[in-house]
C-alpha cells in the first residue's frame, strides 16, 4: 500500500500540495457525514434504501431505452426487457416501501457475512497461509457480525445500513484527511 501513495505523490501535479487544506476539509466533512448517519442510523437506512431505490428505477428505464434502441437480436431483446422490469419492480418497492426493504437487504447482508466468515476460516484453515491467524480474525468477525444481524432480525433491518454506512464514511474521510495532511509536508 505505501508503494502506491510513493507512485501518487511522485507523479502529483505540483499545485496539489498548495491545496491540501481542501482534502482535508472533504474528508472531515465526510467523518461529520458518518457521525451524523451512525447517530441517526435509522434515518440514514430509509435514506439510501430510497435513494438505492430511485436508482434502480432510474436504471430499470435506462435498460428498458436500451433493450428498444440497441438490441438486434430477439432473445437480447428480451432479456433486457425482463432485467428492466426486475430492475423497476425493485426499485418501486424500495421507495415505496424503504422500512421493509431496508430489513431485507439487513438480512441478506447477515447471510453475506455468515457465508463469508465460514469460508474465510476454512480458506485459512486448509490453505497453509502463511499468515492464516489474520484470515482466520477476519473471517471470526464476520461470522460475529452475521449473527449479531440475525439474532435480532427485523430490529437489525432499522439501523444496521445506516450503522455500516456511518462507519465506512468516518473512515474513508479519515483516509482523505490523512491524505491531505501527507500533502502538506510535500514541496511546493
Do not use: C
Not at 500540495?17 to 434515518?43: S, Y
Not at 435480532?152 to 432499522?158: D, K, M, Q, V
Request: aromatic letters at 14%; zero cysteines.
Amino acid at each position: 500500500m505505501q508503494k502506491q501513495f510513493d507512485v501518487f505523490i511522485a507523479e502529483a501535479p505540483g499545485s496539489l500540495p498548495a491545496h491540501w487544506g481542501w482534502l482535508v476539509a472533504l474528508g472531515v466533512g465526510i467523518a461529520i457525514l458518518g457521525a451524523l448517519a451512525i447517530w441517526r442510523a435509522r434515518t440514514a437506512t430509509l435514506v439510501y434504501v430510497v435513494f438505492l431505490g430511485a436508482v434502480l428505477l432510474i436504471a430499470g428505464f435506462a435498460v428498458f431505452f436500451t433493450a428498444f434502441s440497441l438490441t438486434g437480436y430477439w432473445t437480447a431483446f428480451f432479456i433486457h426487457v425482463l432485467w428492466a422490469i426486475f430492475l423497476a419492480i425493485t426499485g418501486f418497492i424500495f421507495v415505496t416501501r424503504p422500512t421493509i426493504s431496508g430489513e431485507a437487504i439487513t438480512l441478506i447482508m447477515a447471510f453475506y457475512f455468515l457465508a463469508a466468515g465460514v469460508v474465510t476460516i476454512g480458506f485459512a484453515l486448509f490453505s497453509h497461509m502463511h499468515n492464516g491467524a489474520l484470515s482466520i480474525l477476519d473471517g471470526v468477525v464476520s461470522l460475529a457480525l452475521g449473527a449479531l444481524l440475525i439474532s435480532r432480525w427485523p430490529f437489525t433491518g432499522l439501523w444496521a445500513i445506516g450503522l455500516f454506512i456511518g462507519v465506512d464514511l468516518i473512515l474513508r474521510g479519515a483516509a482523505i484527511a490523512g491524505l491531505g495532511l501527507s500533502l502538506r509536508h510535500l514541496p511546493r
